[in-house]
């Protein structure tokens, strides 16, 4: 009696008993299944980050925070080292960098960090490469990257930083960013870096984006649907968007771009309110999240969001304990994870 060879079909997937792990077959061998399973610990937390309140006329150093899946107010975390207005901020699934920003009378080169599965006071990390304000930051698991800003004596920089988020330590030269820019915006996916906008002081419509795990200089993405400053990005990894601003006055547009691909952005919908001043913005891969910023001559508290696999408006999500604006804002479930 013969036995008649099984063929394995492609994709056939089969549980081996020796290594106890699931295995894929490709049309040619078998390979190991990887399962990532990363403890949110309660969910997707975004970070409201230092800023300015009209209620203390200085800088404040206040980190509130929300759980991006449901609505609701946000709640206090702890403080930032210093207090400081335009700082940025980005982060890893365990770790929320916040990096320079303005401590009156210069801009500061502080970075520090916190865990987000935890409340309590920000740890230092280390010390930017300069002194700056009103950057711009985005990363993936693993890498940082800061870009753009403003020196104290207001000339603008055109340098991108970059720090391993893992560890502590100063920020090291990544690249130049697409001009000596600041009041830009920033977004990523898990292997690209995308930097938008900003003034130099001209306004700009430009797009920029850098691979986030080599260094060099941004390369040309395309262009935003209108020039402007003060905006704020989000993302999941395959989706970017870039929230308000100015263009001179404030706006509602809301842009989207693939990240994966060039080409300029289009049309996603408007935000619930036309802000500036730098509101922090925080992401999942579901849910898009602005808060806070300018609606001139005031401060303001609201916080928005959208659903960022859809286009369509921001609705109404809660409100921040304080009105305030020129904060930053970072999670860890963004697009870049």
């Known amino acids: 009696m013969s036995i008649i060879p099984v063929t394995v079909p492609t994709g056939a997937i ?6 106890n792990k699931m295995e894929c077959f490709n049309g040619t061998k ?12 309660g969910g997707a937390r975004g970070l409201i980050n230092g800023g300015y ?12 925070y929300i759980t991006i899946s449901t609505a609701g107010n946000s709640a206090d975390f702890g403080d930032l080292s210093a207090g400081r207005s335009y700082p940025t901020s980005c982060g890893s699934r365990s770790r929320g960098l916040t990096l320079t920003g ?34 711009a930051a985005l990363s993936n698991n693993t890498r940082g990257l800061t870009g753009g800003g403003q020196a104290s004596n207001g000339t603008n920089y055109n340098v991108i930083d970059y720090v391993t988020i893992a560890s502590t330590g100063n920020s090291v030269d990544f690249g130049d960013i697409y001009g000596t820019v600041d009041y830009l915006g920033a977004c990523q996916s898990s292997t690209r870096g995308i930097f938008a906008g900003g003034q130099t002081p001209t306004k700009l419509n430009t797009i920029g984006f850098v691979t986030i795990a080599t260094t060099g200089n941004t390369i040309d993405f395309g262009d935003l649907t209108q020039s402007r400053r003060f905006l704020q990005g989000v993302s999941n990894s395959t989706r970017g ?7 001179p006055t404030a706006t509602t547009v809301l842009d989207y771009i693939t990240i994966a691909s060039t080409g300029n952005a289009a049309d996603f919908g408007d935000d619930l309110i036309a802000r500036e001043e730098c509101n922090a913005a925080m992401s999942s891969p579901t849910r898009g999240v602005w808060a806070g910023g300018l609606v001139s001559p005031a401060c303001r508290d609201e916080i928005s969001y959208i659903a960022i696999p859809t286009q369509g408006n921001a609705v109404d999500f ?5 009105i305030t604006s020129s904060s930053s804002g970072n999670s860890n479930a963004h697009g870049g994870l």
Not at 30 to 41: C, E, G, I, R, Y
Not at 104 to 123: H, L, Q
Not at 241 to 247: E, L, M, Q, R, V
Not at 318 to 322: D, E, I, P, R, Y
């Open 102 to 135: 303005y401590t009156s009378p210069v801009a500061s080169d502080i970075i520090d960090y916190v865990t987000f599965a935890s409340t309590g006071n920000a740890t230092d990390f280390g010390n930017a490469s300069n002194g700056r304000s009103s950057g």
């Open 14 to 19: 089969r549980y081996n008993t020796d290594s």
């Open 53 to 64: 309140s009209p209620a203390s006329p200085t800088t404040i150093n206040r980190i509130e």
């Open 241 to 247: 968007i870039f929230g308000s601003g100015a263009t």
């Open 30 to 41: 078998w390979w190991q299944v990887a399962v990532s399973s990363p403890d949110l610990n």
């Open 318 to 322: 809660g409100n921040l304990s304080a």
